[in-house]
């Protein structure tokens, strides 16, 4: 039984780091990452425009001044992230968590926010305008 417990164990810890080697790859090779967990992770300046990232995992990332333009963030959680100075204009946040985030001199131009929440707790409106919250 032992024996078992140690095996199980090995296994998890293993599977865990095969998945967080996985998302770092499929984000280097191919720029995209749906649903990766990418918590924790340092990506300041990093240039991620255009990227599928729908449903991905930021959570406590560092995202200072990464380039976001035109990102597909759709369902993404991005809680307690840091977004400062990201450019972040025409990406789709519709459904994505911001609660906690910090924003300081975000650039949201023309990007879709409508029932994202936004970083106060409070979902935005889904009649917001682009790059509006409520």
Known sequence: ?????????????????AWADRADKE???TGDCPRCDLSGKKLEK???AGADLSRAVFRKAKLKKANLAGCNLTGADLRQSDLSHADLS??????ANLSG??????????????????????????SAAPGQCR
């Open 1 to 17: 039984m032992k024996s078992f417990i140690v095996v199980l164990t090995v296994f998890m810890l293993y599977s865990g780091a």
């Open 27 to 29: 984000l280097a090779l």
């Open 46 to 48: 990093a240039n991620l």
């Open 90 to 95: 025409g990406a789709d946040l519709f459904g």
């Open 101 to 126: 985030a910090k924003i300081k001199k975000t650039n949201f131009t023309n990007a879709r926010l409508a029932g994202a929440i936004w970083v106060d707790g409070i979902p935005c409106s889904a």
